[in-house]
């Protein structure tokens, strides 16, 4: 049975930090692609970054590029997303996702996401 479960949200002041997880396990990591989503309040799911279970590339979405760094653990199965100078409209319900995918240069859009964790809630204060 897949699973994915996040942890790590909470209330930070913006400029801060916080690193969310999401641990994965009843599937191959090097097989899939890995994503993170955020949904706040009244609007839709926004895909923000996603890697590929090689490691080899990751991408980022412009609203989070260069203050957001995502990198996975393999032999833990976790994958984790690094968030720096954290601003108030940032705060969101964040996902992680996960899916079987070939390729390492494209990722997969939000409906080819086959898993979803419960989410995590992660609050900016300004």
């Known amino acids: 049975e897949v699973q994915l479960v996040e942890s790590g949200g909470g209330l930070v002041q913006a400029g801060g930090s916080l690193r969310l997880s999401c641990a994965a396990s009843?599937?191959?990591?090097?097989?899939?692609?890995i994503g993170w989503f955020r949904q706040a309040p009244g609007k839709e799911r926004e895909g923000i970054s996603c890697?590929?279970?090689?490691?080899?590339?990751?991408f980022y979405s412009d609203s989070v590029k260069d203050r957001f760094t995502i990198s996975s653990d393999n032999a833990q199965n976790t994958v984790y997303l690094h968030m720096h100078t954290l601003k108030p409209e940032d705060t969101a319900i964040y996902y992680c996702a996960a899916t079987s995918w070939l390729s390492s240069w494209t990722c997969p859009l939000r409906y080819d996401y086959a898993y979803w964790g419960q989410g995590t809630q992660v609050t900016v204060s300004s």
């Open positions: 890697i590929f279970g090689s490691g080899a590339n990751a």
């Open positions: 009843g599937f191959r990591f090097d097989d899939y692609a």
